[in-house]
C-alpha cells in the first residue's frame, strides 16, 4: 500500500511538473486523492521558495574568494618545509626582545667598567654571554672572544693599580721568565710552591691561561697556569697600558707562534760580568737586541752623552723601536 | 567519458590548477547556490555558504579527504552539512530570523502580504523537518532534480527518495498548519 502510495505521488508531482492541473493529477488515482492531494498542495508550497535566479555579483564574488584562497594554498605547499631551526623560532625572538630590552636599560653600560668583585661585574659577563649568543658568524664570535679576553686583560691591570685582591683569569704570552716572577702579557704574574703549572715546557713565547689572585703589591699570584692548544684567540699586549714592560710588549704586538720567538731578554740576562767597563756594556746591549739601525745611529751620534741621560735615551730608542714594529 | 572528465577535475582540484578551479566553480556554483538559497532564507547567509563549499572542496582534496567520483553529490552534501550547523547555530539566536520576515502589513498589497505569510510559514515550517527530509526536498523542489539525480546525489535508490519525500511533504505539510494555526 506505502509503496503504491509513494509511486503515486512521484506521477502525480511529474504531472504537476509538466504542467498538468492538481485535478487532472489526482484523477489517475482516484481511490488516493484525500491522502494526495494535501500533499500535492504543500509541493506546490514547497516550489515557492526556490531561488528565482542566481545573483551574478554573488558568484563573481565567491568565484575570486575561491582562486584567493588556492593561491595561498599554493604558496602554502610550495613554501620550503620547516626545519628543526624552525621551531626555535619563538626561542630566537624571544632572546632579541630580551637583547634590547637589556641594552636599553642602563645596567649593561654601568657594568662595562666592573671589575672582579663588583657587584655588577657579574651583569657585565652575563651581557658578554648573550652577545656571544647572538654573534651568527664565526668571524663575529672570534672578533668578540678576542675583545673579551683583552677586557681581562685590562680588568687584572685595574686590579693591579687599585692594589685589590680578586680571583681572576686571563690569556696570555709568557713574555720573561725567572724562577719565581713571570710576566704574561705585561701582568707580573707571582710563582709560588702551590702554583700547579701543566704542561712540562713553558718557555717565553708560551700562550698560557694564568688563573690566581691579584694581591695589593701589584703582582698577580698564580694558583694554576695551563698551556693553551693551538688556535686559542690570545690578546696583544697594549703597551700604552703597561709601561713599565715596554720592551717586552714590542715584541710581543705580533703574537709568538713558536716558544723560541726571541724576545727581549734584557732584564733577566746576567750583566756581562767580564766587560772592562761595566758602566758602558748595558746600554749598547739592549739597543742591539732591540734593534734598529736607525737607533744604533743615534746612539753613535750621542755616544759622548752623559750617563744621567742614558735612561732617557733608552726610553725615546724603545719609542721608536715600537713605531717601527707596527710600521 | 564523463568519468574522465570528472576524474581530470578532481585531479585539477588536488593540483591546485586555478582553471579546473574556476571551471568546476562555474559549473556548479549555480546548483550550490540554488541548493543553499531554498533552505536559508538570508540571501546573505547563502552567499557565504555558497562559497564556503567550494573553499572545502579545495581543502578537503589536499587533504585527500575530497570527492572520489560524484563530484555534486559531494558539493551539495557538504552544503547540507554547512547549512545544518548554520540552523543549528541560528536556533540559539531566533531574533535574526525574525528580523528577516517580520513584515508590515500597511506597506504591502494583501495579495503580497499573504504570499510573504504564506513562504515564512513553509520556511518556517522547512527548519522543523530533519536534516534529510530538507535535503530531499531542496533537491526536488529547490533544484527541480528528477527522482533518479536526487537519488544519484544522496546515494539512495530511487524507492528510498520515494518514501523520504513522501515523509517530507507530509511532514512539512503539518508542520505549515502547525504555524498557521499559530
Excluded at chain 1, 174 to 182: D, L
Excluded at chain 2, 5 to 31: C, F, H, M, N
Aim: aromatic share 6%; with cysteine; proline share 5%.
Amino acid at each position: 500500500m506505502n509503496d503504491k502510495l509513494f509511486n503515486a505521488l512521484e506521477i502525480c508531482l511529474q504531472a504537476l511538473e509538466n504542467g498538468e492541473t492538481l485535478d487532472a493529477a489526482l484523477a489517475r488515482f482516484p481511490e488516493l486523492g484525500k491522502e494526495l492531494r494535501p500533499l500535492l498542495e504543500t509541493s506546490h508550497h514547497a516550489r515557492t521558495l526556490a531561488a528565482p535566479a542566481v545573483p551574478s555579483d554573488a558568484q563573481r564574488r565567491g568565484r575570486a574568494r575561491l582562486l584567493q584562497h588556492a593561491a595561498e594554498m599554493r604558496e602554502q605547499k610550495r613554501a620550503p618545509k620547516r626545519t628543526w631551526l624552525y621551531n626555535f623560532r619563538p626561542l630566537a625572538v624571544t632572546l632579541t626582545v630580551l637583547v634590547i630590552f637589556l641594552a636599553s636599560t642602563g645596567l649593561v653600560s654601568a657594568s662595562s667598567g666592573a671589575l672582579p668583585g663588583d657587584n655588577l661585574y657579574q651583569v657585565k659577563r652575563a651581557w658578554e654571554g648573550v652577545r656571544l649568543l647572538t654573534a651568527f658568524t664565526h668571524e663575529a664570535r672570534e672578533a668578540l672572544h678576542l675583545e673579551y679576553e683583552s677586557e681581562r686583560l685590562h680588568e687584572v691591570d685595574e686590579l693591579l693599580v687599585e692594589g685589590r685582591e680578586e680571583p681572576v683569569t686571563f690569556l696570555g704570552y709568557v713574555v720573561t721568565q725567572n724562577k719565581s716572577e713571570w710576566i704574561v702579557a705585561g701582568v707580573p704574574v707571582r710563582i709560588t710552591k702551590q702554583t700547579k703549572v701543566s704542561g712540562a715546557a713553558i718557555n717565553v713565547g708560551t700562550g698560557v691561561r694564568i688563573t690566581g689572585q691579584t694581591d695589593a703589591d701589584g703582582f698577580l699570584v698564580a694558583q694554576s697556569i695551563q698551556i693553551l692548544p693551538p688556535g686559542t684567540i690570545i690578546p696583544p699586549i697594549d703597551d700604552d697600558e703597561n709601561g713599565e714592560n715596554d720592551g717586552d710588549e714590542d715584541d710581543i704586538e705580533t703574537p709568538a707562534t713558536a716558544t723560541s720567538t726571541p724576545l727581549p731578554v734584557s732584564t733577566i740576562t746576567p750583566t756581562a760580568t767580564g766587560t772592562p767597563e761595566p758602566s758602558e756594556t748595558p746600554a749598547p746591549t739592549e739597543t742591539e737586541s732591540e734593534t734598529e739601525n736607525e737607533t744604533e745611529t743615534e746612539n753613535e751620534n750621542e755616544n759622548e752623552t752623559e750617563n744621567e741621560n742614558e735612561n732617557e735615551n733608552e726610553n725615546e730608542n724603545e719609542g721608536k723601536g715600537g713605531e717601527d714594529d707596527e710600521d | 567519458m564523463i568519468v574522465t572528465t570528472e576524474q581530470g577535475e578532481l585531479d585539477g582540484l588536488r593540483d591546485l590548477d586555478s582553471q579546473v578551479i574556476g571551471a568546476v566553480y562555474d559549473r556548479y556554483y549555480p546548483d550550490v547556490y540554488r541548493y543553499v538559497r531554498y533552505r536559508i532564507g538570508d540571501e546573505h547567509a547563502a552567499e557565504d555558504i555558497a562559497s564556503d563549499v567550494f573553499v572545502r572542496l579545495l581543502e578537503a582534496s589536499q587533504k585527500g579527504r575530497g570527492p572520489q567520483t560524484n563530484l555534486k553529490a559531494w558539493l551539495l552534501g557538504t552544503a547540507s552539512h554547512i547549512v545544518t550547523d548554520h540552523h543549528r547555530r541560528n536556533y540559539r539566536r531566533p531574533t535574526d530570523e525574525l528580523t528577516e520576515n517580520m513584515l508590515d502589513p500597511l506597506a504591502l498589497p494583501v495579495d503580497e502580504f499573504n504570499h510573504r505569510e504564506q513562504s515564512r510559514a513553509v520556511r518556517s515550517a522547512l527548519k522543523e523537518l530533519t536534516p534529510e527530509q530538507q535535503h530531499v526536498l531542496a533537491l526536488r523542489f529547490g533544484e527541480g532534480y528528477s527522482l533518479e539525480e536526487t537519488a544519484a546525489v544522496m546515494h539512495k535508490n530511487v524507492n528510498a527518495v520515494k518514501a523520504l519525500q513522501f515523509r517530507a511533504l507530509a511532514s512539512l505539510q503539518r508542520g505549515i498548519e502547525e504555524v498557521t494555526h499559530e
